[in-house]
């Protein structure tokens, strides 16, 4: 069920207390999904991402939930406004392939001055692995070649996520 027609059947209810009817049958999962949606919306292109903390929120409502491992990347300005966000890489239950290229074609497509990494751990644990710390390394020096500054990589988890930056890893 989309939200306006939640949001329609809700007002008609309301608009008409003495009418007595069912109340819409919505499920938790369709409540969710579109709580989801309202949350990535939010931080549109333009917005502005402040801290670490509301990087992670972001990230947590886009990312987590999800079945196999993504790789995504939020494409930033200057004065670190979105410009994009973007899945990159699909990857199976355990593990994606990155193609540091790949971004950097990405990154100058978006004329981003910086970047923020994302990645999802379907297993729920959010601890970066070594793999992780090494594909952030090749990352920031392949973009550090064209200019753009790595902010953050951050892994989404089941109701937590780890910074690299608040971890000093970056």
């Known amino acids: 069920m989309q939200q306006t027609s939640l949001i329609t059947a809700f007002k008609e209810v309301q608009e008409q207390p003495d ?7 919505v499920t938790a999962d369709e409540i969710l999904a579109q709580a989801r949606k309202i949350l990535v919306t939010r931080h549109a292109p333009g917005q502005t991402l ?16 999800l079945e196999h491992e ?3 990347a939020i494409f930033l300005d200057n004065r670190h406004r979105i410009l994009a966000f973007e899945i990159l890489f699909q990857g199976t239950l355990n593990s994606t392939a990155v193609y540091p290229r790949e971004v950097v074609k990405r990154a100058l ?17 959010a601890e970066p692995s070594r793999a992780d710390e ?3 390394q ?16 951050v892994v989404v988890g089941a109701g937590e996520t780890v910074s690299f930056a608040e971890r000093g890893l970056i």
């Not at 009418?19 to 049958?25: L, S």
């Not at 670490?52 to 987590?64: F, G, K």
């Not at 004329?111 to 729920?124: C, E, K, R, V, W």
């Not at 090749?138 to 990589?153: N, P, Q, S, Y």
């Open 109 to 125: 497509a978006h004329n981003a001055a910086a970047i923020i990494y994302a990645h999802n751990h379907p297993s729920g644990v």
């Open 19 to 25: 009418v007595y009817r069912a109340a819409p049958t």
């Open 138 to 153: 090749r990352l920031k020096e392949a973009l550090g070649l064209v200019d753009v500054r790595t902010i953050d990589h």
């Open 50 to 65: 402040n801290s670490p903390c509301e990087t992670r929120e972001y990230l947590m409502h886009a990312l987590a939930g």
């Open 134 to 136: 090494l594909l952030t």
């Open 70 to 72: 993504v790789f995504a």
